[in-house]
């Protein structure tokens, strides 16, 4: 069993940056494809990037490329997620999840564990 814990949210203005960390306790995060995801007010969830144990990593969402950046420090234990240039639309709760697959993996219920999630707001 995994405890994941989402930090690093906040109000930011336009074009601003943010970095979010998610923190595990209770195993290794290295035995994990890591995972962010983000769910807007009245709006589905929808993936942004996975990393996985071996570091490959992989940023879907086409409105953060370029933007976004995933990366994981195994021994602290710790996944990031490095967001530049944020926009009002970026405004969301933002998860992380831990999957037992050893490559990326995009949907929710490939993620066995996930954290509370870390409100980030983006003001115009």
């Known amino acids: 069993q995994v405890q994941l814990v989402e930090s690093g949210g906040g109000l930011v203005q336009a074009g601003g940056s943010l970095r979010l960390s998610c923190a595990a306790s209770?195993?290794?995060?290295?035995?994990?494809?890591m995972g962010w995801f983000r769910q807007a007010p009245g709006k589905e969830r929808e993936f942004i990037a996975a990393?996985?144990?071996?570091?490959?990593?992989?940023v879907d969402l086409n409105s953060v490329k370029g933007r976004f950046t995933i990366s994981r420090d195994n021994a602290k234990n710790t996944v990031y997620l490095q967001m530049s240039s944020l926009k009002p639309e970026d405004t969301a709760v933002y998860y992380c999840?831990?999957?037992?697959?050893?490559?990326?993996?995009?949907?929710?219920?490939?993620?066995?564990?996930w954290g509370q999630g870390t409100q980030v707001t983006v003001s115009s």
């Open positions: 990393i996985t144990r071996s570091g490959g990593n992989s």
């Open positions: 209770g195993r290794t995060l290295s035995l994990y494809t």
């Open positions: 999840a831990a999957s037992a697959s050893t490559i990326v993996v995009r949907a929710g219920n490939l993620y066995a564990y």
